[in-house]
T-cell receptor, first 112, second 115 residues
Framework: KNQVEQSPQSLIILEGKNCTLQ??????????LRWYKQDTGRGPVSLTI?????NTKSNGRYTATLDADTKQSSLHITASQLSDSASYIC???????????FGTGTRLTIIP | EAQVTQNPRYLITVTGKKLTVTCSQN?????MSWYRQDPGLGLRQIYY???????DKGDVPEGYKVSRKEKRNFPLILESPSPNQTSLYFC??????????????FGAGTRLSVL
């Protein structure tokens, strides 16, 4: 069964600190993995998309890594800002049937 | 401004009263999709459309209908809503199928409560 598991479920850090969110997936065969940011009361916004051949992808202070062998991805946020408070969702895509499997997200709170 | 617009943003209704949630995109995207988001669960796809007059079931289509008469619009219809359809709904669009690395753009969401 295709699954995407994210950890931690929630995280609180001080403004200015770095953090890393984890995503493990069992989607197979694998096509690509993406990270979304979802602010409270808003729709998800795409941060990065990586295929199985890409190891890292950056978008400003957000850097995603992918290890297709271990089926793990991480999202690293550098020098966090209050506006980074949101849920971060990992999504893995099947190659072939093109199904997207969404994780339940990590709720990140940045405190001043 | 490129956007996906959903209406209404909030809706409270009663069991069995038909309702429609509208979705419109101004990016000339071919692929559109509806998702529901429930606490503790990831986004789940309800229906999707590859192009005008082409729609197909997603993972949780029961109790829902859609239509794609025009490229820009993709309404979600609940013919006889039930309490288990209380949820947060999102419409999304992309140039092509999102599995092909196309970026999906999401609407702001519609929070539906069925009493």
């Amino acid at each position: 069964k295709n699954q995407v598991e994210q950890s931690p479920q929630s995280l609180i850090i001080l403004e200015g600190k770095n953090c890393t969110l984890q995503c493990n997936y069992t989607v197979s065969p694998f096509s690509n993995l993406r990270w979304y940011k979802q602010d409270t009361g808003r729709g998800p916004v795409s941060l990065t998309i990586m295929t199985f051949s890409e190891n890292t992808k950056s978008n400003g202070r957000y850097t995603a890594t992918l290890d297709a062998d271990t089926k793990q991805s991480s999202l690293h946020i550098t020098a966090s800002q209050l506006s980074d408070s949101a849920s971060y969702i990992c999504v893995a895509t099947n190659f072939g049937n093109e199904k997207l499997t969404f994780g339940t997200g990590t709720r990140l709170t940045i405190i001043p | 401004e490129a956007q996906v617009t959903q209406n209404p943003r909030y809706l409270i209704t009663v069991t069995g009263k038909k309702l429609t949630v509208t979705c419109s995109q101004n990016m000339n995207h071919e692929y559109m999709s509806w998702y529901r988001q429930d606490p503790g669960l990831g986004l789940r796809q309800i229906y999707y459309s590859m192009n005008v007059e082409v729609t197909d079931k997603g993972d949780v289509p029961e109790g829902y209908k859609v239509s794609r008469k025009e490229k820009r619009n993709f309404p979600l219809i609940l013919e006889s809503p039930s309490p288990n359809q209380t949820s947060l709904y999102f419409c999304a669009s992309s140039l092509g199928h999102p599995a092909a690395k196309n970026i999906q753009y999401f609407g702001a969401g519609t929070r539906l409560s069925v009493l």
